[in-house]
């Protein structure tokens, strides 16, 4: 069945530090990839997504590129801030109809950025 | 505003005691679904609807149940909790199939005595 694989956590960054959250994939059908957000206390927000190979989505200063050929989706920042501390989890769904919108997610990783 | 709300937020309950976690969602998706969030692995699928009346298992169905009567609710029944269902609980919609993005609702943290 489809799998997600994420970086193992937690992350620790100084401010304005460069981010990088590794994500592999395995998936049966042509899988949309997304990153989903969960800040303290709150629910899942959508960072970003990308629905074919080489799409590359982006939000917030964060972007990913679809690499088919590696199954990657790694997501990346240039600088990050206090603010994006939080829960970052990669998932895919499979776009070809079989799953009915099922998500399927990576364990999550948590970041922390100090000041 | 678009959005998918749960109530309650936060519940204690003992093992055996019936409850129900509500979901609804004023988008008008056809598509809904229940999720556990526990440490170390993500999200996982417990139910989804695709539209009224119908529902399906996820991969982790043991000890649920749910309904859709209706197209903008989708609740969830633990029949008899236990403490291996002590969890924080997700309720997404979408507006269909095929790779679009999921709305989530802001939880329902779960602890099972």
């Known amino acids: 069945g489809d799998s997600v694989t994420q970086m193992e956590g937690p992350v620790t960054l100084s401010e304005e530090a460069f981010l990088t959250i590794n994500c592999t994939y395995t998936a049966t059908g042509y899988p949309s990839l997304f990153w989903y957000v969960q800040y303290p206390g709150e629910g899942l927000q959508l960072l970003l997504k990308?629905?074919?190979?080489?799409d590359k989505g982006s939000n917030k200063g964060f972007e990913a590129t679809y690499r088919k050929e590696t199954t990657s989706f790694h997501l990346e920042k240039g600088s990050v801030q206090v603010s994006d501390s939080a829960v970052y989890f990669c998932a895919l769904t499979d776009a070809g109809g079989t799953s009915y919108g099922k998500l399927t997610f990576g364990q999550g990783t948590i970041l922390t950025v100090h000041p | 505003e678009a959005q998918v709300t749960q109530n309650p937020r936060y519940l204690i309950t003992v093992t055996g005691k019936k409850l129900t976690v509500t979901c609804s969602q004023n988008m008008n998706h056809e598509y809904m679904s229940w999720y556990r969030q526990d440490p170390g692995l993500g999200l996982r699928q417990i139910y989804y609807s695709m539209n009224v009346e119908v529902t399906d298992k996820g991969d982790v169905p043991e000890g649920y149940k749910v309904s859709r009567k209706e197209k903008r609710n989708f609740p969830l029944i633990l029949e008899s909790p236990s403490p291996n269902q002590t969890s924080l609980y997700f309720c997404?919609?979408?507006?269909?199939?095929?790779?679009?993005?999921?709305?989530f609702g802001p939880g329902t943290r779960l602890l099972v005595l």
């Open positions: 997404a919609s979408t507006p269909g199939q095929g790779g679009e993005t999921q709305y």
């Open positions: 990308a629905t074919k190979a080489d």
